[in-house]
């Protein structure tokens, strides 16, 4: 595996993309309706939401949020999580408008914070935000008085993420406490490996980081407190209950040149890796899933694989998410 930028750089980098973005948030304070990211939500909040959440599983209201106006800023493609919030605004009775940044005034040059204070002034009460640069909805949260809702910031976080992630464990699962999760590969580049490691680990969940020291740096073990690494994903998978796998972003990989045939060698969920784990584990991918690369399509199709049901699960997430911007009331 060749690298096209030393360890320690990318280390710096790393460094600097955590620092960045907790400096920002320590200047300022957002609207406490704001989701921006899993560290500053409290554990009530986090509590709340996961409530919440399973509330509107047993029965959707009706319309709280009917006459609400969400607003839906993507600056990078999606696909579950857009659809995802607008599925869940739109079933709460909100109504929704999206911006991308082709095909909008971004594409001439408009700031971020002109674009949000563009769409505020045209009633958009809350902003749900995705953006290649990790902090951005902490800029718009600090120069904007509606709640910013936070959809993946660069590689900072994604705690809509991260809180349907733990929500499907726990549809499985009694308790996250003592639970063992291992996330495997991509975790340099992946925002839903630092919301998770920070989420499950407030929850007191053991989270382990899988993967090889051009994706994985030493330094992700300062990410929370607990977190362990590991390069032996076959030696990792006895202890594992809950294995998360990530794609390898390669719009993220800026010169690092990695071989293909070597990540799926080491790091490729195949049935006879699958097979080294407890019987009962559960497979867990954010998506979007690259199947030949990160797993197979037989495991990502197995009876194991909760990829759909992680789905289904983000719009009720979603949906607490946005009720607590928006205050709707039920
Ligand atoms: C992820 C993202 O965009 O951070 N996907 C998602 O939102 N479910 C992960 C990825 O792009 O690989």
Known sequence: MSLGE?????????????????????????SSRSLLDIESLSDSDIHSLLKEAGRFKISPRKSPLVRRHVALLFYEASTRTRCSFELA???LGASTTLVSATASSIEKGESLVDTGATLAA?????????????????VLARHLTI????????????PSQALLDCYTILQHRRTLDGLRLLLVGDIFHSRVARSNALLLTRLRAQVTFCGPPALLPDI???????????????AALPGADVIMM???????????????DDYIRDYQLTSERLALAPADVLVMHPGPMVRGMELTSEVADSARSLVLEQVRNGVSVRRAILLRALGGHT
């Open 6 to 30: 030393d360890p320690h750089s990318r280390s710096q980098r790393f460094r600097r993309s955590i620092r960045s973005a907790s400096l920002r948030k320590e200047r300022f304070s957002h």
């Open 89 to 91: 605004a739109k079933s």
């Open 122 to 138: 045209m009633g958009a009460e809350c902003i749900v935000i995705r953006h290649p640069s990790s902090g951005a909805p902490h």
């Open 147 to 158: 709640p910013i809702v936070n959809a993946g910031d660069g590689m900072h976080e994604h």
């Open 220 to 234: 992700a073990e300062t990410i929370a407190p607990g977190v362990r690494i590991t390069r032996d994903f076959d």
């Open 246 to 260: 990530l794609r390898v972003q390669k719009e993220r990989l800026s010169g690092l040149q990695l071989s293909v």
